[in-house]
């Protein structure tokens, strides 16, 4: 990890984004302490992707054999 200084970041800023979206991560330090990080930013999913993922947790769940939400509702009212 490379560090710089916030002088410096401020001066090449554009520099720096670029070099994270590459996947290096930068220090950013005042005054000789690190104080904040530039890190590439995580890929925005799909909404197909939002939608797979939702129908592979219903593959994995069990059928309820023999219950209905009726059923379910009325439990629940007692």
Do not use: C, H, N, W
């Amino acid at each position: 990890m490379r560090t710089v200084g916030l002088f410096e970041a401020k001066q090449k800023l554009s520099k720096l984004v670029d070099r994270a979206e590459e996947g290096e991560r930068i220090g950013i330090t005042r005054r000789g302490k690190l104080a904040a990080y530039l890190i590439p930013a995580k890929p925005a999913r799909t909404v197909k992707e939002i939608f797979d993922d939702i129908e592979k947790g219903r593959k994995r769940t069990k059928p309820l054999d023999g219950v209905t939400i009726k059923s379910l509702i009325e439990e629940g009212r007692m």
